[in-house]
Every structure is written in structure tokens, then in C-alpha cells.
């Protein structure tokens, strides 16, 4: 079953611009990661930001958790062509005992399009 | 490091028939799990595994069965091929529950 679920759907942008994709999950979360995704390949590994954690950065990527209202937002900053790609946040649900279920939950992805 | 492998990469059957999908994780992870990708169900769990034990099974048939190895390489297989199953296989390597999950490229599988 989907977790996440990012909007918007589809985002298309000039270079330069910002980008912002969000995500709202509904249970609680060990953590929660974003994945690049370009056309039908692997998914690339952009950032983890854990339950405990309200900011996270990784060169132009600024993503932001709210555990209150179950959401986080990915910015991609001076974006360029090579940003189009599908993005994805996937959830680590917490289990009762506090642990991991050991899988990832994803949701349906932001395909993002970058024109030069 | 290298990162995670799948092969083959491409792979077409026919229904009916089986299919065996390998997965080299990165070396020192002991975490392998499996997702399924389609367009209209995108990505699903399929299973985990941990030393060589099952760990945690998503919402598949009987069909889709899965083992690992004890240098932490993972097979997975899917007996009685259906339309249905052709997709893009994902495996994803991990050092340990709740840590980054690292992924391969991907078997795309076509079933006729």
C-alpha cells in the first residue's frame, strides 16, 4: 500500500529555477528518504532525514520533516537539465515495539522536467 | 565501493514459464530487500532479507519467492509467469534496518 504521496504529480521548471515536491505520509516514521529516479532506471539515494530531525542539507538539497503533520518537502535549488528525473520520498515505518519493519513504503513520485 | 548489481538486466518470457533475478549488494551491507515497479502500482515491497533469513514479506502470491545467500547475494524467482508480473525488479542493499537503502539498476522483466 502507498505511504507517501507526493505533489504535485508532475512540476516543470526553467534551469535556474527552484523546485519544491512534497510528501504526506500517515503513520509514524524511523525516517524518511528521497530517491531519484531518471527513466525507468535504478532509484538513486538523495538524502535521509530521521524522526528526530527537522532540516537536513546535501549541496543544492534542502529537505524539511514535520512528524506533526506527517509531511516533508524536498527543494532542489539552480536547478539544471540534469534534475529532470522522477523523485520519490519513501517512508521506514516505526513499528509498536519502536523498531523498523525493514521495507520502505513509497509513494507515487513528482516527475520533475527541467528546461534549459 | 561498488554499488549494487542486478543481472540480467533485460529479460523476456513467456507466461507459464519461470524466472530466476540476482542481486549483489554493496559489500559489507547484510540487508538485501526486493521491490516490484509498475507504471500503475509503482513501487512495491516484495521481500527482505537478513542473513540468510526472510525477514519481511510484502503482499505477493506464492509465486514470487525469494532466498539469500551467506555472502549476503540475493536470488529472487517467480514461478508461473503472468502478464502481469512484467515490470521493472528493484533490489536494494542496506548496512541495517532504518539506513539508507541503496539500489541497483534494475531487472526489467517482459512477460508474453
Known amino acids: 500500500s502507498q505511504q507517501g504521496e507526493e505533489d504535485p504529480q508532475a512540476l516543470s521548471i526553467q534551469e535556474g529555477e527552484n523546485a519544491t515536491m512534497n510528501c504526506s505520509y500517515k503513520t509514524s516514521i524511523n525516517n524518511l528518504q528521497w530517491y531519484r529516479q531518471n527513466s525507468g532506471r535504478g532509484l538513486v539515494h538523495l538524502i535521509l532525514i530521521r524522526s528526530n530531525e527537522r532540516e537536513k542539507h546535501s549541496g543544492r538539497l534542502r529537505v524539511t520533516l514535520d512528524t506533526s503533520k506527517k509531511s516533508s518537502s524536498l527543494l532542489i535549488t539552480a536547478s539544471r537539465a540534469a534534475d529532470t528525473a522522477s523523485y520519490f520520498c519513501a517512508t521506514d515505518p516505526l513499528m509498536n515495539y519502536g523498531g523498523s519493519q525493514g521495507n520502505l513504503i513509497f509513494g507515487k513520485g513528482t516527475k520533475l522536467s527541467v528546461k534549459p | 565501493k561498488a554499488g549494487v548489481t542486478q543481472t540480467p538486466r533485460y529479460l523476456i518470457k513467456t507466461r507459464g514459464q519461470q524466472v530466476t533475478l540476482s542481486c549483489s549488494p554493496i559489500?559489507?551491507?547484510?540487508?538485501v530487500s526486493w521491490y516490484q515497479q509498475t507504471p500503475g502500482q509503482g513501487l512495491q515491497f516484495l521481500f527482505e532479507y537478513f542473513s540468510e533469513t526472510q525477514r519481511n514479506k510484502g503482499n505477493f502470491p506464492g509465486r514470487f519467492s525469494g532466498r539469500q545467500f551467506s555472502n549476503s547475494r540475493s536470488e529472487m524467482n517467480v514461478s508461473t509467469l503472468e502478464l502481469g508480473d512484467s515490470a521493472l525488479y528493484l533490489c536494494?542493499?542496506?548496512?541495517?534496518?532504518?539506513?539508507?537503502?541503496?539500489f541497483g539498476p534494475g531487472t526489467r522483466l517482459t512477460v508474453l
Open positions: 559489500s559489507g551491507h547484510r540487508s
Open positions: 536494494a542493499s542496506s548496512f541495517g534496518r532504518s539506513n539508507e537503502q541503496f
